[in-house]
RNA sequence: GCUGCCGUAGCUCAGUGGUAGAGCACUCCCUUGGUAAGGGAGAGGUCGAAAGUUCAAUCCUUUCCGGCAGCACCA
């Protein structure tokens, strides 16, 4: 299962905490540019900003930054003793940057740069004089932060803030961060009436009639690709017992994050947080043979975690979700060709979406996880030549793996050049044999199947929410809620607009009628502002004639065309044409 | 979960220690208008919840709930 979260756009959004701070509290220092800190979280920036007046101040921080880099100061780098250092920062009050200098691994150089009458520590190398930072810099906002990232640790006050070489390029940067806004998928997901959430149900999702229209029209796709490429679809149990999850490691590893239920007798039973157990047992509930390998099991999978509240968010982060999740059983033999399979399938599909640009990550062993060495040795290695053989390139995620095997994720670059994780092909020698699977081999005796996991889309949930953002909203006719609405221009022509409506819904169009009391101005905008891809306007003289005045989402132009040709290209136009 | 900020009509937001307002949306009426807002009227709020201070709380205090930003987490 992927991390459903990774908007890696925050590379963009620089931490400033130590020139801000540096502004505040002391005449200033330096920074490169544009400013790719690399002293992300550092101590000096942040300590006495706790006491800050959050936003008020950043006027008067920036003020200082640009007169700082007015008087263009040069920056010189000293080379210090560390107990010299350490005394020095003791010695003005800078407890965490002291602290920091002691942990500086012998033989390392204690860097210091100075300008002015300002001295700091930071690895460098720095620019030769603060006039170079420019003025395109902009202090974004603040936010609390772990001192070193650790929750047990106090927090202090971060500054965030971006700097380009240009005041051009930081303005066409803001201007995405606006785009982004309005992109976001909570608030076209209100404007579009698609879905809600609520109180009621805090973190879980109340999808609208137009939302759930959406999911289903994504669901029936898949279903249609995974038929087609050799799945089964399977439907397990909700609530399964206790035993089993402590047998699969996940009572250990996230009980914190599991649901729990009581029954009516002394059985614990958790809320499934994910679906491979429930398919572990339904591979195990006869004994197999190797010839139903690779057996592929699918499953649209409802899983619930009970994710901390700070980390919920619209519907990228949700405590209820639907995975399209699968597990495909298979002798060792088979891990290579399935795990290409997969990576094929899984392009095809982006492609259809409308994602082309994708980046595959190879994750290897966590620090926590089960298994030998030797297993993960032998998962790794197969894993990746997979990629390999499958001729894609990818690159290294060190210790992102799952507990139980080493990963490939799949990157989507969306329209605004941010990248979404969506997609996990992951290979497990641990689950199957944990959980008790075995098919009884060509040669009569009994073996442990390996697993391969993978999700394509991820959750349900969360790759409606990045088709939104990417789409703005302007879903491309197949997947548009509403993808075509009838508009009457005088009530003379209404009830052949409900005849038109009736065609394109008998040729299985989504299609709204709207014969109401309004001018057609008003319709028009309507209409566009919920961005229905197609509109059919009739009036009088298309009442006569049988044809309608077909009418593009953001289009000026309009075509005159027969009824009947109108609904047939229309009904070719909204057909998905698979990628191979 | 942590830090900070926020919570007033369906939405976007004004506002005040003496129980509230706008625009849009909604309902009704007039209007039948040819491609992004025709006109009028009406209805709609226990001011997130609970305690406290006060003669009096939507406003001040505390706690809780929810949201936002970041952090931490993400099988």
């Known amino acids: 299962m992927p991390p459903r979260s990774g908007r890696v756009w925050r590379k963009r959004r620089l931490p400033f905490g130590s020139t ?23 101590p000096r920036g942040l300590r006495f900003c706790a006491t800050m007046p959050p936003m008020s101040w950043r006027r008067k921080i920036e003020a200082r930054m640009r007169e700082i880099v007015r008087r263009d100061e040069k920056i010189t780098r000293e080379v210090w ?9 003791d010695g003005i009050g800078e407890r965490y940057k002291a602290e920091y200098i002691g942990e500086i691994p012998e033989g390392e150089e204690i860097s210091l740069y100075r300008q002015g009458d300002f001295v700091d520590l930071c690895v460098g190398p720095h620019l030769p004089s603060t006039g170079y930072l420019g003025e395109a810099f902009k202090l974004m906002n603040v936010a609390g932060a772990y001192w070193r990232g650790d929750p047990k640790n106090p927090q202090l006050q971060r500054i965030y803030g971006t700097a380009f070489g240009s005041q051009k390029e930081l303005d066409q940067y803001l201007f995405q961060l606006e785009e982004a806004e309005r992109r976001d998928h909570r608030r076209l997901g209100r404007e579009l009436d ?14 609208h009639p137009k939302g759930w229209t959406l999911y289903r029209t994504i669901e029936a796709y898949m279903r249609g690709r995974l038929d087609a490429a050799g799945y089964q679809e399977v439907r397990g149990p909700l609530l399964l017992d206790r035993s089993l ?48 390998l690779p057996l592929r099991l699918a499953e649209f999978g409802s899983c619930h975690r009970n994710e901390p509240s700070g980390a919920l968010h619209g519907l990228m982060r949700v405590r209820g979700f639907i995975q399209d999740d699968a597990h495909i059983f298979c002798t060792e033999d088979q891990v290579t060709g399935e795990a290409i399979a997969c990576c094929k399938l899984l392009l095809s599909i982006y492609r259809d979406f409308g994602f082309e640009d994708v980046e595959i990550k190879f994750a290897d062993r966590p620090t926590v996880r089960v298994g030998s060495d030797a297993v993960w040795d032998r998962a790794e290695h197969d894993l990746k030549a997979a990629v390999e053989t499958a001729g894609l390139t990818y690159t290294l995620n060190p210790g992102e793996g799952a507990f139980y095997g080493p990963k490939l994720e799949f990157h989507l670059r969306d329209a605004l050049g941010r990248q979404w994780q969506c997609g996990t092909v992951q290979l497990d020698f641990n689950m199957p044999g944990r959980l008790g699977a075995v098919y009884v081999g060509e040669d009569g005796a009994r073996h442990t199947p390996v697993m391969l996991h993978r999700a394509i889309l991820g959750s349900m949930e969360r790759f409606i929410a990045i088709l939104t953002e990417h789409y703005a909203g302007r879903f491309p006719l197949w997947l548009a809620p509403v993808q075509v609405v009838v508009a009457s221009i005088t009530s003379e022509a209404a009830d052949y607009a409900a005849e038109v409506a009736r065609e394109c819904g008998a040729a299985g169009l989504r299609v709204e009628l709207d014969a109401s009391n309004e001018k057609i101005t008003y319709k028009v905008r309507e209409h566009s502002l919920a961005k229905v891809p197609i509109m059919l306007v009739v009036g009088r003289r298309e009442a006569a004639n049988r044809s309608v005045a077909l009418r593009r989402l953001g289009g000026k132009e309009q075509e005159a065309l027969a009824l009947g040709e109108a609904v047939a290209r229309l009904k070719e136009e909204a057909a998905v044409a698979w990628s191979s």
Do not use: Q
Not at 20 to 42: D, H, M, Q, Y
Not at 257 to 283: Q, T, W, Y
């Open 20 to 42: 801000a701070g540096r502004a505040i509290s002391r005449p200033w220092s330096t920074t490169t540019r544009p400013l790719r800190s690399s002293v992300g979280k550092c």
């Open 81 to 89: 003793d560390r107990d010299a250092a350490i005394t020095f920062f």
């Open 194 to 207: 698609l879905f809600h959430l609520g109180e009621e149900a805090v973190g879980s999702v109340f999808w």
């Open 245 to 292: 999850w402590e047998a699969s490691g996940h009572w250990e590893n996230f009980r914190e994050n599991m649901f729990i239920a009581e029954s009516r007798d002394e059985r614990v039973l958790a809320v499934k947080p994910m679906n491979c157990p429930g398919h572990v047992l339904i591979f195990s509930n006869r004994l197999r043979s190797y010839r139903e």
